[in-house]
């Protein structure tokens, strides 16, 4: 039953996922809003597949922890869930995401369009002064950053590297960290086939305020979420 239903969800995403991609050649010229909407527009009709296709809910804990200004929200990496969750959670949010992902065809151009902010990991400190520059940019606009800190997704119950990037928005920018786990990729593995059902839980954090060292920030950010995410990997059941 579960290949079923994730064989159903797989051709219900990808298939819409194409169908998404074209038609938004129409939408490319408009303003950015236009994009930002229909993204999220797409992202809800995921969030529906997921949960009447695969039978994959989700839960929200911690809600009262995300700030009423615009904020870093510094999150654990998994699956590909949480990079389309956190546009259905939040309006137009932007993402730090990888430099090669701006060469992928049609989606890199509504990257751009929708000011996504883009690393090149080999550009060393310009890059760095670079994204800062940008996320700073973002904050002004009141919009909530998106960033994984581990770079990649990294299987369940295993602590990925953590990038300096994150330590460097929260030394240079005036804003909180909230540190975000979650358990996503027990139920929606990083190359699996598989949907299992049940319910993804993401879990927000109390704000890390401004001022810490660099290395206390790192180890607070690290612990919260390694430890908040392995908490709800042990709790995850999945209904089969």
């Known amino acids: 039953m579960t290949w079923l239903r994730s064989l159903a969800f797989n051709v219900y995403f990808f298939g819409g996922l194409t169908i998404f991609l074209i038609s938004m050649l129409v939408v490319l010229p408009f303003p ?5 909407r229909s993204v999220r527009a797409w992202s ?14 989700y839960e929200v804990r911690g809600a009262e922890n995300i700030p009423d200004r615009p904020a ?25 995401l990888k430099i090669e992902l701006l060469s992928i065809p049609l989606w890199g151009w509504y990257a751009r369009k929708c000011s ?15 994204m800062v520059r940008d996320c700073r940019a973002a904050l002004k606009m009141g919009r909530h950053l998106i960033i994984f800190p581990e770079g990649t997704r990294s299987a369940p119950g295993e602590e990925g590297s953590y990038h300096p990037g994150v330590a460097a928005l929260y030394s240079q ?19 699996g086939f598989a949907k299992k059902p049940g319910k993804v839980v993401v879990e927000f954090l109390p704000p890390i305020p401004p001022g810490l060292e660099r290395k206390t920030f790192m180890r607070e950010l690290i612990g919260q979420v390694e430890g908040t995410s392995n908490r709800l990997i042990a709790e995850s059941e999945p209904a089969g």
């Open 32 to 36: 950015a809003i236009a994009m930002e």
């Open 44 to 57: 809800h009709s995921v969030r529906l597949g997921l949960k009447y296709l695969a039978g994959l809910d």
């Open 72 to 96: 870093i929200f510094a999150s654990k990496h998994q699956s590909t869930w949480e990079t389309v969750a956190f546009v259905w959670m939040f309006p137009s949010p932007i993402y730090v």
């Open 116 to 130: 996504q902010v883009a690393v090149d990991r080999q550009g060393g400190g310009a890059a760095l002064k670079q």
């Open 173 to 191: 920018l005036d804003a909180p960290v909230v540190p975000v786990a979650l358990n996503s990729g027990v139920f929606w593995g990083r190359r």
